[in-house]
């Protein structure tokens, strides 16, 4: 078995010197991946509530106390999210932040290169107004797209993520994907630390959006891979599940 110490070079910057930057796909003018996954132009789509609808919903609360009152949740409400309140988190997390969508790469969470690696998956199980289900989120057109209902939804997750209860008594549990190649493109095999690196500013982002509509979530990063992936529709190779978080009402 390895030792430990043996893997600590990932999380260092080192790899970064041995890269030569001028062999990358975007150095070699291959066209930038799209930031966004495509979609079928029939498919199930539901409009998000945008600003003016969810600004009503969420607390006026100082940066301060959003970050002095940010905890880890595993014990949630049975009561439902607004769709308001869910299209806010999914703004915090991965939203535009240039108002007029001009600028697909600005988002409310800092990512390398602006490269936005990440697609957000949604396993509903109660939020107004829609069916429960497996969804992505659009977030260049702020709309949902309906992927699957899934049997046992609850007991599915629970399972994929390792016997976890918490990770499927929220009303919603959110599964960020990756799809490297985003990131490769740009930073080839330096891609990878950064990556990590990202998905610790979108989660951090949901933390602190939770405590604006009382809401609560806990990180989960233990899952069984490929049942995760499975249950997402991914590939797993070219596309995979990084990190979830469930959120409910507390």
């Known amino acids: 078995m390895p030792k430990t110490d043996e893997h600590r070079l990932f999380l260092k910057d080192t790899l970064r010197k041995s890269v030569d930057f001028r062999l990358t796909d ?19 789509r539901i409009s998000l509530p945008g600003y003016k609808q969810w600004a009503e919903h969420v607390e006026n609360k100082d940066i301060v106390s959003v970050i002095s009152q940010r905890r880890s949740t595993r014990i949630f409400k049975s009561r439902n999210l607004k769709i308001e309140e869910l299209s806010f988190l999914l703004w915090s997390t991965q939203g535009l932040s240039d108002p007029a969508g001009k600028n697909p790469s600005l988002r409310t969470v800092p990512s390398a290169g602006a490269r936005h690696s990440f697609e957000t998956y949604l396993f509903i199980m109660g939020v107004d107004e829609l069916t429960p289900g497996l969804y992505r989120y659009l977030p ?47 930073y080839s095999l330096s891609a ?27 990180a989960l990063g233990a899952y069984d891979q490929e049942k995760i992936d499975h249950l997402l529709g991914v590939d797993g190779e070219q596309e995979f599940a990084i990190y979830l978080a469930p959120v409910g009402k507390i």
């Open 26 to 44: 975007q150095n070699k003018g291959v066209p930038a991946p799209a930031l966004e996954k495509p979609f079928a132009a029939d498919a199930h």
């Open 140 to 186: 260049l057109e702020n709309e949902l797209l309906f992927i699957s209902a899934i049997a046992n939804i609850k007991d599915e997750l629970s399972m994929a993520c390792l016997g976890q209860k918490y990770a499927s008594t929220g009303a919603v549990t959110f599964a960020w994907t990756t799809i490297p190649y985003r990131m490769e493109w740009r």
């Open 192 to 218: 990878h630390r950064v990556i990590l690196i990202d998905a610790g500013h979108v989660c951090q982002n949901l933390y602190l959006a939770c405590q604006a509509v009382n809401c609560g979530t806990c």
